[in-house]
């Protein structure tokens, strides 16, 4: 079974850009959840979407934000961007939403803004 | 609201030495708990859960960790480490039911085998 899939793997954008990045999770995985990745904030939760609905929210600001499709397939948006998002973006997917499920990671969008 | 505590942004140990990272966290509710490995430019590996149960759990690579409720600790072990275990490791709690939060990640722990 394919893993968790996330492209691209690597964007350079500006200052005041938007960016999209997507992410495919495991075949039969409804659940799929944004974390950011920081030295210095370490790993943070951005939102989960379950079944196309946002069922959880981080503490990020209205710039970040997702969607989920219905074959399960995720994206997000960060739009005017800063040069504090600069960080790495992991998508997780598990198979429900119970907080028991463990997630299984993709292998990130790295993510620079000059 | 959940919180995890990891001690040692950094450890090193000898190759075939005990490996033990320690892991403490905070929940208004009984707890799940997970353990993840990160190698270099990779996502995060499940090493290991506990949802409920047996309070030592086994998990993938030789790793165990014991849930101590008195405690609020669940450290992760490795009897013997091996040089293909240095990695980044973070502890994870997620509160029964879902919650609203996600899974709270610990700051993680770099681990150095000597050889």
């Known amino acids: 079974k394919a893993g968790v899939t996330q492209t691209p793997r690597y964007l350079i954008k500006t200052r005041g850009q938007q960016v999209t990045l997507s992410c495919s999770p495991i075949s039969g995985h409804r659940s799929v959840s944004w974390y950011q990745q920081t030295p210095g904030q370490g790993l943070q939760f951005l939102f989960e979407y379950f079944s196309e609905t946002q069922r959880n929210k981080g503490n990020f600001p209205g710039r970040f934000s997702g969607r989920q499709f219905s074959n399960s397939r995720s994206e997000m948006n960060v739009s005017t961007l800063e040069l504090g998002d600069s960080a790495l973006y992991l998508c997780a997917s598990s198979s429900n939403q119970g907080g028991d499920s463990p997630l299984h990671f993709g292998n990130g969008t790295r993510l620079t803004v000059t | 609201a959940q919180s995890v505590t990891q001690l040692g942004s950094h450890v090193s140990v000898s190759e075939g030495a005990l490996v033990l990272l320690r892991c403490n966290y905070s929940?208004?509710?009984?707890?799940?708990l997970f353990w993840y490995v990160q190698y270099p430019n990779q996502g995060l590996q499940l090493l290991l859960k506990y949802t409920t149960g047996a309070t030592l759990v086994k998990g993938i690579n030789g790793f165990e960790a014991e849930f101590k409720k008195s405690e609020t600790s669940f450290h992760l072990t490795k009897p013997s480490a091996h040089m293909s275990d240095a990695a980044e490791y973070f502890c994870?709690?997620?509160?029964?039911?879902?919650?609203?939060?996600?899974?709270?990640f610990g700051k993680g722990t770099h681990l150095i085998i000597q050889p």
């Open positions: 929940s208004s509710v009984p707890p799940y």
């Open positions: 994870a709690v997620s509160e029964t039911g879902g919650g609203a939060d996600g899974l709270t």
